[in-house]
Each structure stands twice: as C-alpha cells, then as structure tokens.
C-alpha cells in the first residue's frame, strides 16, 4: 500500500448522504442473511412498539464505513471499526425512505494509524455513538 | 442466578466452515451501495462489515442453545466492533468462535458480551467481532 500522506489531527473526511428505502432494507437482510422481519414488516416493528420499520444496525454501520473507505480508497488498510448503536433509523414505506448523512474526521494520529471519529445524523438524531475506524496510513 | 451468567468464559465449538465467494462480495457490497472496486472481481476482498454475516452464524450457538434461554427476537443489537488482521477474501474458507465474555443481568435484562474470532480453515486468524447483544427476557411477574 501506498502512503496516505498528509493525514493530521482535523483532517476532515468528505461526507456522504444516503436515502435508504424498504428495497434497501430487503437487500440487506438478503445478502445479509439477517431476515429479523422487523426490517420488512410494520406488523412486526409494530410489535415491538416501533411506527414503522427501522434499518439493520449493521446498514447503517456499513453504510457508515464508505467515509473511511471512500476516503483511503483500500478496505484493506481499515484496521478497527466499533460503533454503538445508539438510535434505530426508522425507514417508512413510501418513496422518500430515510436519509442518512454521514462524516468523518480525523481525531488521533499515532505509529501511522489515523483514528476516523465518524458522524451519523438521521434528521436530527445521532444514530450511531462511539463510531471509530482505525486507518492505517502506511 | 441465570444460565448465561453461569456460562461467562465458555466458547462454542466452531461453526461449519463457509466459503467466501467473490459473487457474494459482489451482493454484499451493493447491498451496501458501495461501489468500491477492491469489492469486485476474482480477487475482491469483502467489505469490514461483512465479517458480521459470519459471525451472526457463531450467535446461533446463544440462541439454539436450550440451557440458556435466549431468544434472537427479544435481542438488540447493543454495540459492534471488529478487529482485522487482514480483509477476508473470496477464496476463504472460515470458522467463526463464540466466546462469552461477559454477562451483566439486571431484573429481566442482560447485557450479554460475546466475542467471535473467524479464521480460515488452516487457522490463520482473521478478525475478533465483538458485540454487545442486550436481551430482554419475558416479564414473569
């Protein structure tokens, strides 16, 4: 891999927003193998005492990592990723679905490994806590 | 006291071997809308979060296990973090292992902290996924 130069403390990732509809959640639990069917039904969101449907925290986590990776450009140099799943993302059965932006910034640099704080805004609702890849740099 | 708590530190045998191929790299990237080229091709390598299918296998054990009364539809997921030792490939054959860390219990709720280690079938380790799952058992009063 090649070096990733010019990498500090503030250096600050460019964001993406991504509209996540009820096609976006059936793909998931398809590829995904995780067919808990409060993703696909309101019947059974509604069981649990949710409006609507929400999206798989491993969507929106992965969702998530495309600052990072879009940013280095090699999946390969992700060292760690955590997050806390710290809200759901309600996805309605309309055509808008939810819209998801996400940032990033550099928040350490140590032994040429960027540690990536990321933001994960759903309206105004952080929706994930805690979210931090580490990078690495060479 | 429940069962799970009695149970911190246990690991389930390994799960069936799966095979990583660079058609379901291909499904699971564009499920993410990512259309990174390192995820397409002969020699793709899968997204970081992918590892997560592989070890939702290994949760199996908690749920299939009748002793610890555990249901995945009374689960949340809780938090997820993932250390990499390298980016799982097509080609890979791996097992995923399920350890339990660590079992907190308040009333009718657990914050149950399970780690999964996924190596290849030659035991090259690949990558520690570690969740916090937190379980809701039915009120029994």
Redesign the interface.
Same mark, same amino acid.
């Given at each position: 891999m090649s070096e990733l130069a010019g990498v500090e403390v503030g250096t600050e990732l460019p964001p993406i927003t991504?509209t996540l509809t009820r096609a976006?959640l059936v793909?998931?639990a !398809?590829?995904? !193998? /995780?067919f808990?069917p409060i993703h696909y039904s309101d019947h059974f969101a509604r069981a649990l005492g949710l409006e609507t449907c929400i999206a798989h !925290? &491993?969507?929106t &986590?992965?969702?998530a990592?495309?600052v990072v990776? /879009?940013w280095c450009g /090699?999946?390969?140099r992700?060292?760690?990723? !955590?997050?806390?799943?710290a809200k759901p993302v309600p996805v309605p059965d309309d055509a808008e679905g939810a819209s998801v932006t996400f940032a990033g910034r550099v928040t350490k640099v140590s032994d040429a490994v960027a540690t990536v704080t990321i933001d994960a805004l759903c309206g105004e609702e952080k929706v994930l806590a805690?979210a931090t890849a580490e990078v690495a740099l060479a | 006291m429940r069962a799970i708590e009695e149970r911190t530190g246990f690991s389930f045998p390994p799960t069936a071997p799966y095979s990583v191929t660079a058609g379901k790299i291909r499904e699971f990237a564009a499920a993410l809308g990512d259309a990174n080229p390192r995820f397409a091709g002969e020699d793709a390598v899968a997204p970081p979060t992918f590892a997560a299918v592989l070890a939702a296998d290994a949760w199996d054990g908690l749920f299939t296990d009748p002793e610890l009364d555990l249901q995945l539809k009374r689960t949340i997921h809780y938090d997820q973090k993932f250390a990499y030792a390298r980016p799982l490939r097509a080609g890979d054959v791996v097992t995923a292992t399920l350890t339990i860390e660590k079992v907190r219990v308040r009333g009718n709720t657990a914050f149950i902290t399970v780690s999964v280690a996924l190596a290849t079938v030659a035991g090259e380790h690949l990558c520690t996924a570690t969740s916090t799952l937190l379980h809701t058992w039915e009120d029994e009063s």
């Open positions: 991504v976006s793909r998931y !398809g590829a995904s !193998g /995780d808990n !925290g &491993m969507l &986590m992965g969702t990592l495309r990776t /879009d /090699d999946p390969a992700v060292l760690s990723y !955590g997050v806390r799943f805690a | -």
